[in-house]
Each structure stands twice: as C-alpha cells, then as structure tokens.
C-alpha cells in the first residue's frame, strides 16, 4: 500500500494496492476456458448496474486488493494489466497505471473489457463510461461481508462464480478455526496499530479494527476518534500511546518506513510500555495490512499467534 496520507489510506481502506498476469486466453463466447467454472458462469452476467454480455479477457485492476482477488478466483489469465501498486501475487502484469491518479485515455488504450477501481478519484468512473469502458468500482471494505461479496461479484462478472464461492468459503472456515479456541481472558489485551511513523492508527470502526475485535483485543485508539470526526483513523500523540501502555504494538509501516522493534523502543518515552518491555512489538507485512482480499485470513492469524504467547 502506498502510504502518501493517512487520509488516502482511508479512502481505499481507507487505501490498498491490486493486479494480473500474462495476456489473456481466448474461448468462444459459449464455451468456458480451462479453469473456468465449468458450465457454472452465465452471460450476461450483472453487478451492480453493470452488465457484461460475455466472459472479460482483457481485464485491468487498479486496486491492489481487487487484483488479490482476481487471481485467488481462478481469473488471473484474464488481467492484462495492474496498477503500479498492486505486488501480489508477484506475476501480475504491472503497468504504468496508477489507481491514485487514474488517466483514462491512458486505461482505455489498453482496450479492457472490464477495469477495476477502488476509488472514483477525478471522477474516472464517468470519464471511462463516456469512452465505452465497463467499469466496477471495489471500494475498501468495512466488514468481512463486503469482502465476501466483492469476491462473488467479480466471480460473477469474470465467469468464476464457483471458485469465488469456494474462496470465501476457505476464508469463514479458516478464520472460524483461528477465533474458536482463544484464550479465556478476565481483562482484554490492549493494542496500537501504527500505520505510519506519523502515529496514524486505526480504530475499532475500521475493517482493520474489526479484524483485531476478532481476535478479542481492545483498540487504544477507540477514544482519539471517539466521535468518527476522522473517520475511524486519527492521529495520536505519543503522550496518548505511552499513557495508554497498550500490551502490544502492531507496526503496518515495516516496507513502508522501516520501522520496527527497535525504532519504537528508540522512541522518547517508548521503553517503559508494555509492549515494548514485553518484546510484544509485532512487525506486519504492510500489504496484508491494508487490503481486504483472501489474505486477510493471514493477517488474522499474525495477531492471534501474537497474542497467544501471552498466558490467559
């Protein structure tokens, strides 16, 4: 994810990154490709107020976590191309495209079939329209059912709709498995999520917040945003932080900014919290962090194999 403001992280997770790979197989209209839902995919397929009349071959994703998702449903054949932030998986088809500034004459060059958005920035969505571009927009997501339900429609609107049902069903299985068993606690454990060096955090309003709810801990980040004035991601102060002494510190800015055990414990005042002491500062990958597709279930796992370390 790129971290260019917290606020643009919010207003794609507030943000994330997405793609594809390889160039698109060609089938008939009638008959599914190999690694189809086969016989299961109907054209013309509607999300939305979007209608596709046949399976999309040249797909481009300009969210990070759309292109996550693309590939985890059996449609990665179909992406020609992906934003300069999507990574994941790593042979997507990285372009020059970018999901922060998006140029339409530059997109639709490219002649998709279908184009992926996470945010409707400049108003791309009807400047891609006028040109004849089908568009969906995947906005970030604020519970697990968005994201479940963003991986049925692009199941739908790509011809995977089974594979896309088994995604999400491999993702409630996995998650219920991770949440059955936890630790009986008298008090909660209390955690800082840290999105950047900046001490932007995220509260337990956020998609990111619901994940750590999860996993059954309390978010000392809850009462800086207390009443939604900054959309569920305020900044804290680091008197806020050390006289919360939150019993772990979960680091979403570790590619991003370099930051890790050390630089926190290096921080004024820092060394005497709990997590810090305790050695219970937990390095995250920032990708993971930040998006809502499958690998979400990875992130879920990162904070309870933390805090299970921790006896009850």
């Known amino acids: 994810m790129s ?13 994330a990154a997405l793609a594809l ?4 197989e060609k089938t008939s209209d009638d008959a599914p490709a190999a690694g189809s839902s086969s016989g299961a995919a109907a054209f013309p397929a ?7 009349d046949k399976r999309p071959e040249k797909i481009i994703s300009l969210s990070p976590t759309a292109t996550e998702m693309l590939f985890a449903i059996g ?17 997507a088809p990285k ?6 500034q998006p140029n339409a004459e530059a997109i639709a060059g490219k002649n998709p079939d279908l184009v992926l958005l996470a945010n409707d920035t400049n108003k791309i969505v009807a400047q891609l329209t006028a040109l004849k571009v089908p568009v969906l927009l995947t906005p970030a997501a604020a519970t697990l059912d968005d994201s479940y339900r963003q991986l049925t429609d692009l199941g739908t609107l790509t011809g995977h709709p089974t594979e896309a049902a088994d995604v999400t069903a491999r993702m409630k299985d996995e998650i219920g498995k991770l949440t059955k068993d936890l630790p009986q606690r008298s008090t909660k454990l209390t955690y800082y ?5 900046e001490l932007y955090s995220a509260t337990s309003k956020t998609f990111i917040g619901s994940i750590y709810a999860l996993a059954g801990l309390e978010n000392i980040a809850d009462a800086s945003d207390a009443d939604g004035k900054n959309g569920g991601y305020p900044q804290l102060s680091q008197e806020v932080i050390v006289k919360a002494n939150p019993d772990f510190v979960f680091l979403a800015d570790v590619k991003c900014c370099q930051q890790s055990a050390d630089t926190v414990k290096a921080r004024s005042g820092w060394a005497g919290v709990t997590a810090v002491k305790n050695n219970q500062v937990v390095a995250l990958d920032d990708d993971v962090a930040s998006r809502w597709g499958p690998r979400v279930v990875d992130l879920l796992r990162s904070i309870v194999d933390a805090t299970a370390k921790v006896p009850a």
């Open 46 to 52: 509607t999300v939305g107020n979007l209608t596709l």
């Open 21 to 24: 790979g390889a160039c698109a």
């Open 95 to 100: 372009s020059e495209l970018s999901g922060f």
């Open 193 to 197: 999520h840290e999105l950047g060096p």
């Open 75 to 91: 449609a990665g054949k179909q992406v020609t191309a992906v934003d300069d932030q999507s990574n994941y998986p790593a042979d």
């Open 3 to 15: 971290r260019r403001t917290p606020r643009l992280f919010a207003a794609t997770l507030a943000v």
